[in-house]
């Protein structure tokens, strides 16, 4: 590969929050002889895409940090991302706005379409940021769960989403394309069906669709707003390069909003605080991540992810006997289900979590996903990584009978 996704990355004197797990975990003590592997919070273990610390240090020899407005390059960056890997037409700079976070996107969108107390649709399992955010605002989430057809294969469930939208007065959804944490990529006549029904009922869609560059083999991504006219008018779509790049700490998203009066409306409610304004050297890494290099390093990192996935995919069903999984089709997440072996072995999630923790393989909680006995799992690291935590997932935990 022309890129770098092999070397081990030594994070520990950085802050990350990865490694630093103080405050983010239950107290564990780490074994003697082991390292931490983080593979919790959605932040990747690679090094950066060369152009984006090119672009930063370019940018901070200047010695001048003061006001700025973002240049026509920003904008044309955007434009031309979304064209080449989603074959978006008609993208214009009046409907990019900027955000300081998905969430924050979403926290103003909210704020427009809804008043405090509404009702909400989201899809179960529920990535845990909107729990908070809409919990934290005043909203009322109604769950719609998914469910898993003979494929295992995630699905929308149209009938108990419209029940839901009609019983509740709902008119604003939370739609996550991909899906987080189930990793999965919907297709067209997916995203038809759900539009059909939001169009009927006259509700408007806030699409997180911060995962859509990280997509595997044998997917596409299609934008929410793509689908029809409606979705196109109704949807307040936000993006990210951070996920991608995994640029988090740098602070910087934005939002693509078609019909001008809501964009009017979502941009002032993200002004209000004063706060929602872009940082110079978050705007040159967007520039330097959306250069022609940023294109390959994504393909190539989208290979590793699947690479990595698969690999843990065949491991956890050959060794590991009572975990379940839908293989993901996007995203580098996985989500697994622990119900079985939980059973077999008199054990719980928390059981599992203690265990793996104190031998530094760090995964995630998947519980608060609105799932119960899960575990959820960051596979954006070195495969040699991957390879080293599975190694002590079966000596220690899963196939350990001393415990």
Known sequence: MKYDFTSVIERVDSIAA???????????????????IPMWVADMNFPACPTIPEALVKRAQ???????VPPQEYYDSIIRWHEKRN??????????GYENGVLGGVASALSVLCEQGDNVLLHSPTYIGFTMTLTNAGYHIIHSPMYQDENNIWRMDYEDMEKKIVENKIHTAIFCSPHNPTGRVWEKEELEKAMAIFEKHDVKIIADEIWSDIILPGHKHIPTQSVNEYAKQNTVAVYAPSKTFNLAGLIGSYHIIYNKTLRERVDKQGSLSHYNSMNVLSMHALLGAYKPEGYEWTDELCEVIDGNI??????IKEHFEGLTFSQPQGTYMLYVDCTGWCEKHGKTVDDILDQAYSYGVLFQDGRPFNCPNTIRINFALPLSRVQEAF?????????????
Request: charged share 25%.
């Open 391 to 403: 190694d002590r997932l079966d000596k220690y935990v899963f196939n350990n009978t001393e415990w």
């Open 310 to 315: 698969k690999y843990a995919s065949d491991y």
């Open 87 to 96: 074959g978006v037409t008609g993208l214009t700079k009046e409907c990019i």
């Open 62 to 68: 200047h010695s001048t940090y003061g006001y700025f």
């Open 18 to 36: 990865a490694p630093e797990t103080s405050g983010f975990f239950r107290p564990f003590t780490l074994k003697e002889g082991f390292d931490k």
